[in-house]
């Protein structure tokens, strides 16, 4: 009797909660963002800066603030083994950028103007639009003072809007002033919110003296109407700080860039002065800001660089392309402009050659790829040409490769309508297979 042996059942294993596999043909959409970005940075003369997903924790700790709630809750965080160095993944890239420039003295001759795409982590409850890790595209410049540039990527930010037909989308503007005026307005909240401790919740009573700021965050509704009552900074600012805000609305107005002064809007983190700003939409329930950020003239200061102003913004790719699909955009994957229909495994080295020679003209081919038992019926081929989206199948049959030959066959306009040509050719022809021929 012959034992049957026993097969051990391996643990299917799965993705990260939070962390997403981006699959086709959905990454398509991301490609084409992607490249819409690159494009629209080209034109406003910012340029690619690629840094470490991991951090020293200490770069997010000085630059974020120790009592906000990325740095307090979120941030996956942990000690090297091999020499106990305190690492972070990264929650945000601002202070990466601003690190990397100052390690390698960017600002040397001049301001810079740069852009960056990636993965952030942060240990937050999944949910639509917030994920633990997700993905930002951001912009910053840096070593420029003035408010042409704060409204300059406020621009930039709303051309993309407008190329992508995004319509749901708002800007909400304020100033955060300048630290003596935030210390003036800090005195002011903490006395105000002093008189109303019975109202407050345990994480506000525990930020009150540490961050008041942040109360302002607070989502907890019984809350609202303390907060509605507190003292506003805009009526703290001095005459710069004013007249900042002013220069940038200006510019705004002469572009015909609609936007709202929100008091109330102070953002996450605690490098921000002057300008900050928000783009928010309806669509996409409480994970409604798409893309924010604002100046941070003392974060490179802070970071141990030389005193150096900054501003920049950062855009929820996960978000837009989101709001993309409730807005009903298409989904903008690029066709297959062939299908290669091979009957015998034999001929792959002279089909392939020509494949070759078509796809360094700009031709997009599938190949029909075999299994161990041959390369399939013609049949089955031409099923799964029609099902691959190509406009044309490329038919290398015994009878066209003895005539150094191929036939073209129309998939999709014209179907059944087909042509030879000849495979010293291809070079010549491959034009006639692109889909924007």
Not at 87 to 100: K, N, Y
Not at 359 to 369: D, E, K, Y
């Amino acid at each position: 009797m012959v034992e049957k042996s026993a097969v051990r059942r391996v643990e299917k294993l799965s993705a990260v909660k939070g962390m997403n596999d981006i699959l086709p043909p959905e990454s398509a959409r991301w490609e084409a963002l992607e490249g819409i970005v690159r494009a629209l940075m080209r034109r406003y003369a910012y340029e690619n800066i690629r840094t470490p997903i991991l951090e020293p924790t200490a770069l997010f700790v000085r630059g974020l603030g120790e009592v906000t709630d990325i740095v307090e809750k979120e941030m996956y965080s942990f000690e090297d083994r091999l020499n106990g160095e305190a690492l972070t993944l990264r929650p945000e890239s601002t202070a990466g950028v601003v690190r990397a420039v100052v390690e390698h003295s960017l600002l040397y001759n001049g301001g810079k103007r740069l852009y960056y795409m990636g993965p952030m982590f942060r240990h937050e409850r999944p949910q639509r639009g917030r994920y633990r890790q997700f993905h930002q595209i951001g912009a910053e410049a840096l070593g420029f003072g003035g408010a042409e540039v704060d409204a300059e990527l406020i621009l930039m930010a709303h051309a993309l809007w407008q190329e992508l037909g995004l319509t749901d989308v708002a800007l909400q503007l304020n100033s955060l002033g300048q630290p003596g005026e935030r210390s003036l307005h800090r005195a002011a909240l903490i006395a105000h919110f002093e008189q109303h401790v019975d109202v407050l919740d345990e994480e506000a009573k525990r930020r009150l003296h540490l961050n008041p700021l942040r109360l302002l965050d607070s989502k907890n509704p019984q809350m609202q109407g303390v907060i509605e009552a507190a003292p506003k900074l805009l009526d703290f600012l001095g005459d710069a700080s004013k007249a900042h805000l002013e220069r940038v609305t200006s510019i705004l107005d002469a572009n015909g860039v609609a936007y709202s002064i929100n008091p109330r809007l102070v953002r996450g983190m605690d490098y921000y002065n002057l300008t900050v700003f928000e783009f928010v939409t309806t669509r996409l329930g409480s994970q409604g800001t798409i893309c924010a950020g604002g100046r941070y003239d003392y974060l490179t200061e802070q970071i141990g660089g030389k005193p150096a102003p900054a501003v920049g913004w950062a855009m929820g790719v996960e978000r837009v392309l989101e709001l993309l699909k409730e807005q009903g955009a298409p989904a903008d994957i690029a066709p297959i402009d062939a299908y290669a229909i091979v009957p015998d495994a034999d001929a792959l080295p002279k089909v392939m050659a020509c494949l070759q020679v078509l796809r360094t003209q700009g031709v997009t081919v599938q190949m029909h790829a075999g299994t161990v038992d041959g390369m399939g019926s013609i049949k089955s081929q031409f099923k799964r040409a029609d099902g691959s989206g190509a406009r044309f199948a490329l038919i290398f049959g015994a009878d066209e490769l003895a005539q150094g030959a191929v036939t073209v066959k129309s998939l999709r306009d014209g179907v059944g309508e087909q042509v030879t040509q000849v495979l010293d050719q291809a070079a010549q022809w491959a034009k006639s297979l692109q889909s924007t021929a």
